[in-house]
């Protein structure tokens, strides 16, 4: 039988889980004050940190020889990616080239957040953890944020609402229950959670991005 991992770190770090899942920059974004700055912002870091999340997933794989992991990430992308359309939809409508993207460097946050997830692909289990908090709390932020007067922050939103998000998150909750936990993973969804946070409270400042 399973353990349900994913409901007690999420009790143990109830106050920061909330923290970010209830942040300034999600009830902006629900409410429909958020900056179109901010959001921008946001984008564009955000697409920097999928491409660098892609190859700490492919090299957490590719350090597993469990065949449970490649039957994963079938199931988890073999659908049609429509987060990737809703994306290019989104950068185009509000102005992002990809180019901007390439030349764009890194915030600190950012930095650090595609670092702590290199580090933990070393396996697979550590990748699991570190990387359940970013696709799980999206789901619940996309939950709250999906009614949003904003048009385009209501695309946003209802993509991570969706019933083919949710259908992912399930896949990533079970890969987490089916870990033995120890002391080092729950440090790693920690971690995440709290970079997941201050990931928000950059796009708010709109903080300088220095790194390369």
């Known amino acids: 039988m399973k353990s349900d991992n994913f409901s007690h770190l999420k ?32 984008l564009i870091q955000d697409s920097k940190y999928v491409k660098e999340m892609m190859k700490a997933l492919a090299r957490a794989a590719g350090n597993s020889i469990d065949d449970k992991v490649n039957t994963f990430l079938m199931k988890i992308l073999s659908s049609k990616d429509r987060g990737r359309e809703v994306h290019e939809k989104l950068i185009k409508s509000i102005g992002i080239t990809e180019t901007e993207i390439e030349d764009s460097r890194f915030s600190l946050v950012n930095f650090a957040y595609t670092r702590h997830l290199l580090l933990s692909s070393r396996t697979w289990e550590e990748f699991v953890f570190a990387w359940t908090p970013c696709m799980v709390g999206y789901y619940e932020i996309g939950n709250i944020a999906k009614d949003t007067k904003i048009e385009l922050y209501r695309e946003w939103a209802s993509f991570y609402a969706s019933a083919e998000y949710g259908e992912r998150v399930k896949l990533i909750i079970d890969e987490l229950n089916s870990i033995k936990l120890n002391d080092y993973l729950e440090s790693l969804f920690q971690n995440s959670v709290i970079l997941e946070t201050l990931f928000w409270d950059s796009a708010l400042k709109m903080d300088p991005t220095l790194f390369r």
Do not use: A, C, P, Q
Not at 28 to 38: H, Q, Y
């Open 11 to 42: 009790d143990k770090y109830k106050e920061i889980w909330d923290s970010y899942v209830n942040h300034k920059f999600v009830n902006e974004l629900r409410e429909g004050t958020l900056s179109k700055e901010s959001f921008k912002y946001y």
